[in-house]
């Protein structure tokens, strides 16, 4: 009863911890006592893919399967790619299409009223159901660029940001489709840093699909160090006036391309927002990589998501998908 008790008072602790972006004690702050307490948490784990990614990445990758093309560098915060190469792409095109046909088009009740415009169409029932999605996320030339970015073995993420999502932007369902809101607004994400997103775009992606927009990690740096960003000097969400006053807006990038396009981007490094006045639809596969140790304490109040893992499966694509593996 006790021992329920300390858990129950950390849980609540958490969720205040986490509300309005860490407002009690402020973005920074928070991330800095996330750390400490993750990083004593999930020493060994940590310390465990650290040391597999330095002296065993190469068998890792030959075990899951080997490259099937150069290797993707991210640099300066991200890498697009547009080949069509990549393992299971392909099979994640078409299935993805079967999605889209079932339930694009309609607001569904699973997402409430979080973020009027953007919807996550993806259950989990479908991790099971269409493979292809865990395949591509879990392959050797996806995993080879994120691990070399961060510098040991990801993980997919269990609860904020969700691991897999297939979303939807539409204007049609926004509620203030004159007026930027939440993440139609410059951010970085503090959740968990560092980690990694891989954007597929599902479907031909113009401005008028609201993309994807980012600023490399090199000018979000500056701009962050100019306004003292994640401080309790400066709001988390940042309008294009706050954050163009410090940076050339020529510098950013958006991610219009066409249908089956890659990008690799450190959100946690990088200004970036999307969605902002999707007058036609936009579909986009976010995979979201991270370490262990996280710099929030989303995953005391949270119940994770859980990936299937097979016996078969290889040490990597285990890892992948099961952040609490040790050896």
Partial sequence: MRTF???????????RLHENHNSLLGIANTMRL??????IKF????????????????????????????????????????????????????????????????????????????????????????????????????LSAVSHCLGFIPALSTTIPNGIRFVESNAEFDDQPNQPHDSQLHHIDYYSVPSVYVLVLLRDTAIEN?????????????????????????????????????????????????????????????????????VKPRFQLMLGYTGVRRTDFSELFMPPNVYPIRDTDSRLRKMVLNKNMLP
């Fill in 5 to 15: 008790g300390i858990k129950s008072l950390f849980r609540k602790a958490a969720r």
């Fill in 34 to 39: 996330a750390r400490t307490y993750n990083g």
């Fill in 43 to 142: 020493r060994r784990q940590a310390e465990w893919r650290q040391a597999m990614y330095e002296s065993e990445l190469l068998a890792l990758l030959e075990e899951n399967g080997p490259l099937a093309r150069p290797p993707i560098q991210i640099r300066d915060g991200w890498a697009i790619d547009t080949s069509m190469s990549l393992p299971h792409l392909n099979r994640v095109l078409e299935d993805s299409e079967t999605i889209i046909a079932e339930r694009a088009g309609t607001r569904t009740s699973r997402n409430g009223s979080y973020r009027s415009f953007f919807q996550d169409v993806w259950t989990p029932a479908d991790l099971e159901k269409y493979p292809s999605f865990l395949d591509f996320a879990s392959s050797s030339d996806v």
């Fill in 210 to 278: 609201g993309p994807w927009t980012f600023l490399p990690r090199s000018a979000s740096h500056e701009a962050a160090a100019k306004l003292e960003y994640w401080s309790r000097k400066c709001p988390f969400r940042l309008c294009d006036e706050k954050l163009y006053s410090v940076v050339d807006r020529k510098q950013i990038i958006q991610f219009c391309y066409p249908r089956g396009t890659v990008l690799f981007i450190e959100p946690s490094a990088c200004f970036h927002y999307g969605s902002r006045n999707s």
